[in-house]
C-alpha cells in the first residue's frame, strides 16, 4: 500500500507560484509571457523537489495542482506553453521531472478542479470543460502522469441522462486525455454503483474514495466496492483516496476534511495490497507521514 501527498506543503519549504488575470493582465502580452514563462520554470523546479521530497521519505504519488502552469486556460491571458519565452528550458525540466518521478517509483496525477464538467447540461460548460482536460492531457503527457480524475458532476434531470452526457463529453477528447481519465465517487451525487457500468462501458477506471462513499454509500458497501473499484484498473496498481470528517462522522458537514486521517476510516482491506491511496487531509505532508507510519506498523504485525 503506497500513500500519495496532494498538490502542497503545509511546512516544507516547497512551494508553487500562482498568478491572478488581474495582475497579469495588465502587462503588455510580451511581459505576460515572460512573467508567466518565469513561474512555469519555478514551479517545474518545484515539482520537482516535491517528487524528491516524496521518494526520499517513502511516498509514493504526489498530485501535481491543476495551477501547474498558472492561468494557460484563461479566456483573455491564456496561453501555449510552446508560446513561453522559457519553453526549451521549461521543456527539459519537465522531461527531468518525468524521468525522476519514474527512475524513483513515484506516480504523478491530477484531480481538474469542480468546475471542470463534461457532462455538463450547458454547452458552454462542456466546451470549456474539454479545453481544461485537454491542458491536463498536456501537462499529464509532459511530466508522465498517469492519470486525470473526474468526478461525475450534476445530475440534471437525472443521473442516467447525466452519466451518457458525459460518456459523449469524454470520447471527444483526444486519446493523450481520454487515455488518462478515471472517475471518482463523490459524496452528494454518484455513488459508487452509479460510476461502475459507466466504467465497464467507457473502459474507464474507478478511483474509490472511502470518505465520499461513507457520506453516500449507495447499494454497495466498502469492502466490496474496494474489490470492484479495484477490478476497473486491470493490470494497472489501482488509485484511491482517504480522508477522515471534521468534527467526525456525527458532525453535520462530515464532508469537510479533517488535518489528519484517524486510523479507523482506513479501510483494513487496503493494508497489503498493491494500491496507490492518496491522503486528502489539511495537514498535508505532516498527515501522510503520520499516516504512513501507521501503515507501516500494521503491515509489518500483519507480516508477522
Request: hydrophobic share 45%; proline share 6%.
Amino acid at each position: 500500500m503506497r500513500l500519495g501527498l496532494c498538490c502542497t506543503f503545509l511546512a516544507e519549504p516547497i512551494k508553487f507560484r500562482h498568478a491572478t488575470a488581474r495582475f497579469v493582465g495588465a502587462k503588455p502580452r510580451a511581459a505576460q509571457r515572460l512573467h508567466l514563462g518565469e513561474i512555469a520554470l519555478a514551479n517545474a523546479d518545484a515539482l520537482a523537489a516535491a517528487v524528491a521530497w516524496c521518494a526520499g521519505r517513502g511516498i509514493g504519488a504526489f498530485r501535481i495542482s491543476s495551477q501547474l502552469f498558472p492561468l494557460a486556460t484563461h479566456p483573455e491571458v491564456g496561453y501555449e506553453l510552446e508560446e513561453l519565452p522559457t519553453w526549451s528550458g521549461l521543456e527539459r525540466r519537465l522531461a527531468a521531472v518525468r524521468e525522476l518521478a519514474r527512475a524513483r517509483d513515484v506516480r504523478l496525477s491530477f484531480h481538474p478542479d469542480q468546475f471542470v464538467v463534461p457532462g455538463s447540461a450547458s454547452p458552454a460548460v462542456v466546451e470549456s470543460s474539454l479545453a481544461e482536460l485537454e491542458h491536463h492531457g498536456v501537462m499529464a503527457e509532459l511530466v508522465g502522469a498517469e492519470q486525470i480524475t473526474l468526478h461525475g458532476g450534476g445530475a440534471q434531470p437525472d443521473k442516467a441522462t447525466a452519466l451518457a452526457r458525459l460518456e459523449r463529453g469524454l470520447d471527444r477528447l483526444s486519446s493523450r486525455a481520454r487515455s488518462r481519465i478515471a472517475l471518482e465517487n463523490d459524496d452528494r451525487v454518484f455513488t459508487v454503483d452509479d460510476l461502475l457500468p459507466v466504467c465497464a462501458r467507457a473502459g474507464l477506471p474507478l478511483v474509490h474514495d472511502a470518505h465520499h462513499h461513507r457520506c453516500l454509500p449507495g447499494r454497495i458497501d466498502v469492502e466490496e466496492a474496494i474489490e470492484l473499484a479495484a477490478a476497473t484498473w486491470g493490470e494497472r496498481e489501482p488509485w484511491a483516496h482517504v480522508s477522515s470528517p471534521k468534527g467526525g462522522w456525527a458532525s453535520k458537514q462530515p464532508q469537510i476534511h479533517d488535518d489528519y486521517v484517524r486510523p479507523a476510516d482506513v479501510p483494513r482491506a487496503w493494508l497489503g495490497r498493491r494500491i496507490t491511496v492518496d491522503v486528502e487531509a489539511k495537514a498535508k505532508e505532516q498527515a501522510v507521514l503520520r499516516l504512513l507510519r501507521w501503515v507501516a506498523a500494521q503491515e509489518g504485525r500483519e507480516a508477522a
